[in-house]
């Protein structure tokens, strides 16, 4: 059974970091793309940050010159999402996406709460 592991979760103050990790037990050749995305309370999940196997990244408006993703280079299962600048309209609950040619597995999710 395939496995996404998230952790880095947490409460933090605005102006603060924060960084995501999402590990695949997925054979490294099997996967293409891999994403974040986030869900608010009464919101509708949308996408955060996506990255392609050969390193093309895809941001939401909102979070462009704040958050960064990365893979792991030697892995490839592994999925990193760096939060800087925070804000308390971050706050919310992170889903590791993990895309193959067949499907596409979700994380447990992780939260992320960003006080004022």
């Known amino acids: 059974q395939v496995q996404l592991v998230e952790s880095g979760g947490g409460l933090v103050q605005a102006g603060g970091s924060l960084r995501l990790s999402c590990a695949a037990s997925?054979?490294?050749?099997?996967?293409?793309?891999m994403g974040w995305y986030r869900q608010a309370p009464g919101k509708q999940r949308e996408l955060v940050a996506s990255?392609?196997?050969?390193?093309?990244?895809?941001y939401a408006d909102s979070v462009k010159g704040r958050f960064t993703i990365s893979r792991d280079n030697t892995k490839n299962t592994v999925v990193y999402l760096q939060m800087n600048s925070l804000k308390p309209e971050d706050t919310a609950v992170y889903y590791c996406?993990?895309?193959?040619?067949?499907?596409?597995?979700w994380g447990q999710g992780t939260q992320v709460t960003v006080s004022s």
């Open positions: 997925l054979s490294s050749f099997s996967i293409n793309d």
């Open positions: 990255i392609t196997r050969s390193g093309s990244t895809n």
């Open positions: 996406n993990v895309a193959t040619i067949f499907t596409h597995y």
